[in-house]
């Protein structure tokens, strides 16, 4: 959908969150760290709010947690030769994937990006935090993914997906939508949100290796009333209190697929679930309806 954000900001939450909620999250003092890539240009949005939320539970719960406002920082969105210092290999062919590995070999990618690499090298969850453009992250995040994510760094042919180099990490999406839940559903017209996820979930973080949590969807804040706003900003703070522990989705392991022969699944799981109702994920359906709520629920 188009990129347009007319949410207004529920205040991010009551001063107090009342004794049990205070006792809840004494009982889950942990220590992990939390890497917030935010992208919003407004102070005033709910998307502001909702990382405000975060930031405020996560500390409340002992985590060190760091914010990328992608917007206040200016990042740079395009992926070009500017972002390696000093002479590339091929400046006639430049091939960015190989380049940037050069360069983050030596030492030679600039600033911003090693900068946000050290945040993600030290976090133990990564929340990405945006209002849903066009079906996907806005320019500036979709950026912070080309850019940070580089090969040597996130992935390579050998350790990608459910063996890759963020394996020990947890990462998910935390978004709002311009349309109505309704809309984006299996008979709705945007279409399964399932699908929409897919490339996002399983093509960028779980190829990753991220353990992918179930995202946080805040569907049309902008065309429900205040009380509703605040209800889904309290859930997530809810959310909050669990989510370092959660189970993430599932996903299809690398294992299971055959790299001899174009990396396509192996028989033997193929016969495994030849009888079954639906496929394995939504991207790995074998041609049968797709797994209810594959991307949006874990354990299914």
């Not at 930031?55 to 985590?63: H, R, S």
């Not at 190829?207 to 309290?234: D, K, N």
Request: charged share 20%; aromatic share 10%; glycine share 8%.
């Amino acid at each position: 959908m188009p990129p347009v954000d007319n949410e207004m900001r529920q205040a991010p939450c009551p001063a107090e969150y009342g004794e049990y909620q205070q006792t809840q999250i004494r009982l889950l003092q942990v220590s992990e760290k939390v890497l917030i890539v935010y992208a919003h240009q407004s102070s005033g949005s709910f998307n502001s709010a909702a990382k405000d939320a975060a930031v405020e539970v996560l500390t409340a719960k002992g985590c060190t947690v760091e914010v990328s406002d992608l917007y206040a920082m200016k990042f740079k969105a395009t992926a070009t030769a500017e972002d390696i210092t000093g002479k590339v290999k091929n400046a006639d062919h430049f091939r960015y994937g190989e380049e940037t590995k050069l360069a983050w070999e030596a030492g030679k990618l600039t600033a911003d990006i090693t900068e946000e690499q050290r945040k993600l090298t030290e976090a133990d969850l990564v929340i990405f935090q945006f209002p849903m453009y066009w079906f996907t992250v806005p320019a500036i995040m979709k950026g912070w993914m080309d850019r940070v994510l580089t090969l040597g760094f996130a992935f390579t042919h050998e350790k990608r997906y459910s063996q890759g180099i963020f394996k020990e990490k947890k990462a998910m999406l935390s978004f709002t939508t311009g349309s109505q839940e309704s809309m984006f559903t299996a008979n709705g017209i945007n279409g399964d949100m399932n699908v929409t996820l897919w490339p996002l979930q399983n093509g960028i973080l779980h190829y990753c290796g991220f353990q992918v949590l179930a995202p946080q969807i805040f569907w049309a804040p902008s065309h429900v009333p205040s009380e509703a706003r605040g209800t889904m900003l309290e859930s997530w703070r809810t959310r909050m209190l669990g989510l370092l522990g959660e189970n993430p989705l599932a996903f299809t392991p690398l294992d299971c697929f055959d790299g001899e022969k174009g990396y396509q699944l192996k028989p033997e799981v193929h016969e495994k679930h030849a009888a079954k109702e639906f496929g394995l994920t939504v991207g790995i359906h074998l041609g049968k309806a797709l797994p209810p709520n594959n991307q949006m629920k874990a354990g299914v």
